[in-house]
T-cell receptor, first 115, second 116 residues
Framework: AQKVTQAQTEISVVEKEDVTLDCVYETRDTTYYLFWYKQPPSGELVFLIRRNSFDEQNEISGRYSWNFQKSTSSFNFTITASQVVDSAVYFC????????????WGAGTKLIIKP | GAGVSQSPSNKVTEKGKDVELRCDPI?????LYWYRQRLGQGLEFLIYFQGNSAPDKSGLPSDRFSAERTGESVSTLTIQRTQQEDSAVYLC??????????????FGDGTRLSIL
């Protein structure tokens, strides 16, 4: 069975600090996809990144970076020099053949950036 | 429109009434999903449509919930005899076809449903 665990329910940091959101997944698939979504207080879910299981290269997009490690089944998300606008709930999700390619969602991590 | 459109954005109704929520997906997106998100919680999958295939209704919580989609266009989610526990934000998402491409889902702003 597939499962996504975001153990951090809520994280609070001061602006400009770096912060890492953890995501650990379980799957029997050899081919699968991992996603991060952002849900700001306004409510809309925004797609951030998709990574397939064959590509373990880390990705950087501005202040955002993602560390994919198959050895530990983790796909962690780091925000560098956090800003108040980064405050949101962040969801990690997984899909693969085992779930008929439907998204299996983590419970989300609420990130609070204090000015 | 450029994105997924949902209506109404807010709905307040009395317990026992029926409600109908609408989702207009991104043009060309053959896959459409409905989710429920209770306050402070994650997403709960309800139902999924893919083209003309039979929908995956495995997430519907009871027979009071149903959804329809005509072809690859608008979908409606209907909740009959609403209960207070149905209060939540109902999110719709669409994506290109599933399969190896596994495209990301694009979400609407949701319908906030409040049952009095």
């Amino acid at each position: 069975a597939q499962k996504v665990t975001q153990a951090q329910t809520e994280i609070s940091v001061v602006e400009k600090e770096d912060v890492t959101l953890d995501c650990v997944y379980e799957t029997r698939d050899t081919t699968y996809y991992l996603f991060w979504y952002k849900q700001p207080p306004s409510g809309e879910l925004v797609f951030l990144i998709r990574r397939n299981s064959f590509d373990e290269q880390n990705e950087i997009s501005g202040r955002y970076s993602w560390n994919f490690q198959k050895s530990t089944s983790s796909f962690n998300f780091t925000i560098t020099a956090s800003q108040v606008v980064d405050s949101a709930v962040y969801f990690c999700a997984l899909s693969g053949m085992d779930s008929n390619y439907q998204l299996i969602w983590g419970a989300g991590t609420k990130l609070i950036i204090k000015p | 429109g450029a994105g997924v459109s949902q209506s109404p954005s807010n709905k307040v109704t009395e317990k026992g009434k029926d409600v109908e929520l609408r989702c207009d997906p991104i043009s060309g997106h053959t896959a459409l999903y409905w989710y429920r998100q209770r306050l402070g919680q994650g997403l709960e999958f309800l139902i999924y449509f893919q083209g003309n295939s039979a929908p995956d209704k495995s997430g519907l919580p009871s027979d009071r919930f149903s959804a329809e989609r005509t072809g690859e266009s608008v979908s409606t989610l209907t909740i009959q005899r609403t209960q207070q526990e149905d209060s939540a934000v109902y999110l719709c998402a669409s994506s290109l076809a599933l399969g190896a491409a596994n495209q990301p889902q694009h979400f609407g702003d949701g319908t906030r449903l409040s049952i009095l």
